[in-house]
């Protein structure tokens, strides 16, 4: 049931780096997302993600994942009360861990809404 009216969770994996060409024909890395959904709790938004409920690694696809606050809205942006929360995929328990931001997306936010 949804406790904050106004608030979604969004679950987004991202997949491994892969090569890329760019315009010059040179190649860098690039990683795709993929929000695979949402809800209206952080408790179970959690949950979900961290039991890889739906297969959500697919086999090794995705090993990060995000969940993001947003408020309701246009151009809704994330949440100030709450922080992005990231996970990696551990390949021992078959879980996704919380984890430090990566460095790599230390200057990145709104995955789940783009």
């Known amino acids: 049931m949804n406790q904050m009216n106004d608030r979604i969770f969004t679950i987004t994996t991202i997949e491994n780096p892969k090569d890329r060409?760019?315009?010059?024909?040179g190649t860098y890395k690039y990683?795709?997302?993929?929000t695979v959904g949402y809800l209206f709790n952080f408790k179970e938004a959690e949950?979900?993600?961290?039991?890889n409920a739906g297969d959500?690694?697919?086999a090794g696809?995705?090993?990060?994942?995000?969940?993001?606050?947003?408020?309701?809205?246009?151009?809704?942006?994330a949440c100030d009360e709450y922080e992005a929360h990231w996970y990696e995929w551990n390949t021992e328990s078959?879980?996704?861990?919380?984890?430090d931001c990566p460095e790599e997306f230390s200057n990145?936010?709104?995955?789940?809404?783009?």
């Not at 949950?47 to 039991?51: A, C, G, M, R, S």
């Not at 995705?62 to 408020?71: G, K």
């Not at 990145?108 to 783009?114: A, D, E, N, V």
Request: aromatic share 10%; hydrophobic share 30%; with cysteine.
């Open 21 to 25: 060409l760019d315009i010059k024909g």
């Open 31 to 34: 990683r795709s997302t993929r």
């Open 47 to 51: 949950e979900t993600l961290v039991n």
């Open 56 to 58: 959500r690694n697919e």
């Open 61 to 77: 696809h995705y090993p990060l994942a995000i969940i993001e606050c947003y408020p309701e809205g246009i151009y809704a942006c």
């Open 94 to 99: 078959e879980m996704y861990q919380k984890i």
């Open 108 to 114: 990145t936010i709104g995955f789940g809404m783009s």
